[in-house]
């Protein structure tokens, strides 16, 4: 799988379970929507992953990394809450960041490899 591709997949679970949690709830919460725009912006980063752009492609991997820290603090508080549904929405949205994570890196160190071969 391309790394893209796993960017867009993450955006979009990110924008449905982010939905899902704001309007699901019956005392919604504005910051209920930060995986929703995060999910915009992965999606508007995919098409300069897709190219190989450098910097959209650290802007991404960024992104991704800020939402996995920041996913720390709802999980616990969901399950300080027992609120079954915001733990595994939680839980999705961070394993698919971590999933976009670990092809980021991959990435990474194919091209890092890919410019060491072109210089020898």
Avoid at 28 to 40: E, N
Wanted: charged share 10%; net charge positive; proline share 2%.
């Amino acid at each position: 799988m391309k790394v893209y591709f796993v960017t867009m997949v993450n955006g979009f679970v990110l924008i449905l379970l982010g939905l899902i949690g704001y309007l699901g709830s019956q005392t919604p919460s504005l910051t209920a929507l930060i995986p929703v725009v995060a999910g915009i912006f992965l999606l508007y980063f995919v098409k300069g992953v897709k190219a190989e752009n450098g910097l959209i492609a650290h802007l991404a991997v960024t992104l991704t990394l800020v939402l996995l820290i920041a996913f720390v603090k709802p999980l616990s508080g969901a399950i300080g809450r027992s609120d079954t549904g915001a733990i595994v929405r939680v839980s999705i949205m961070m394993v698919s960041s971590a999933v976009n994570m670990i092809y980021f890196i991959l990435s990474f160190i194919a091209v890092r490899k890919a410019r060491a071969k072109k210089v020898e």
